[in-house]
Structures are given as structure tokens and as C-alpha cells.
């Protein structure tokens, strides 16, 4: 979903957050006037996935990720570094406990949403550079 915030409700304030991936599996509404349905924003993604930066990693792990737990929808939130191979999982069915995926890792398994991707996929094409202290 691209250019769709996430909704979020915490007590009588709302959050918007921009995930880079999220996951719904719900149909589409038949009819336009449906207001359960909102074109600009979702209120109950199944999956959501951050890549993260240096920019925003702080956000994702601390107050994204705390918000994100808010919604009963979820089932997983998946970090993805980008600077190295390296996946992290919280699923809802194993309170939000930490699932680390790394070099060792061959495959990695969305149950949210029944994919199974190999870490391979999800890398490819990327380039790692490394980074000299000096």
C-alpha cells in the first residue's frame, strides 16, 4: 500500500504513521460509501514491515513499535536493516518476543500472512558496503 498511513487510536489521540510495507487481508469495499473503508489511511493491517535507517531506526523500535502493538489487528511487525543481512520479528502469538534472522538464516517465515521468503529475495540486489573505522 503505497502512500497509506497506518491508523492508530491511543486513548482519545490518533497516530498516523507511513509504514514502509503493511498487509491487510481484508476485500475491498464494494461500495464507495462504505466508512469503514478510508482510502488515505488502514486501521487493521496484519503485517507491517520498517527498513531501517539511521534516521528512523530509533522511531521504529521505540514509538512505532509501541503503537503498532495498540492495533489488535497485528500479528507481526518485521525490522529490516539495510546495511546488513538481518531481520527482526515480533509476533502478537509469541507476545511480541524477539525472532532474530541473519546471515544463517535461509529463509523467513511470515505465518501473518503464509510466505515463506528466502533471505536471498529479500536482499537482492543490494549492495552492502563496509564501513571503515578510522
Aim: glycine share 0%; hydrophobic share 35%.
Amino acid at each position: 500500500m503505497e502512500n497509506v498511513k497506518t491508523q492508530i487510536q491511543i486513548a482519545q489521540n490518533l497516530h498516523y504513521y507511513y509504514p514502509d510495507i503493511q498487509i491487510t487481508c481484508r476485500a475491498a469495499a464494494n461500495n464507495a460509501s462504505d466508512e469503514t473503508e478510508n482510502a488515505y489511511y488502514e486501521d487493521r493491517p496484519k503485517l507491517i514491515i520498517e527498513v531501517l535507517s539511521p534516521s528512523t531506526e530509533r522511531r521504529d523500535r521505540a514509538e512505532k513499535f509501541y503503537h503498532y502493538q495498540q492495533l489488535d489487528s497485528l500479528e507481526a511487525y518485521v525490522l529490516v536493516a539495510q546495511d546488513t543481512r538481518r531481520i527482526e520479528i515480533y509476533r502478537r502469538n509469541n507476545n511480541w518476543a524477539w525472532e532474530l534472522y541473519t546471515e544463517e538464516t535461509t529463509q523467513v517465515h511470515l505465518q501473518s500472512v503464509e510466505l515463506e521468503l528466502p533471505l536471498d529475495v529479500i536482499y537482492e540486489d543490494v549492495v552492502f558496503t563496509e564501513h571503515v573505522m578510522l
